[in-house]
């Protein structure tokens, strides 16, 4: 089993910066296939940053070069810097794992960015 925790959203205006953190217990043990995705109300989830099996930093196009996904392995936890935010950044992000194929999921953290 794996648990996902996320925190650091919340009400931010438009180009300001959020953190948000998620830490990983249970059977895992790199943080590698982590990442974070987002859903806005009546659209579907999206990936918005990931660091892949072999340690590869993966972005959506979207968020490039205002997010930063970094981690460190021996809290097992993925941070998400987030700079220059647009309202249309508000969301629900959400951490995933994968483990052996199986995916995790924490319950999220609403990120709400004011115009």
């Known amino acids: 089993q794996v648990q996902l925790v996320e925190s650091g959203g919340g009400l931010v205006e438009a180009g300001g910066s959020l953190r948000l953190s998620c830490a990983a217990s249970g059977s895992v043990f790199s943080i590698n296939g982590m990442g974070w995705f987002r859903q806005a109300p009546g659209k579907q989830r999206e990936l918005v940053a990931l660091?892949?099996?072999?340690?590869?930093?993966v972005y959506a196009d979207s968020v490039k070069g205002r997010f930063t996904i970094s981690g460190d392995n021996a809290k097992i936890a993925v941070y998400l810097q987030m700079n220059s935010l647009k309202p249309e950044d508000t969301a629900v992000y959400c951490c995933r794992k994968v483990v052996e194929g199986y995916e995790y999921w924490g319950q999220g953290t609403q990120v709400t960015v004011s115009s």
């Open positions: 660091i892949t099996s072999g340690g590869r930093t």
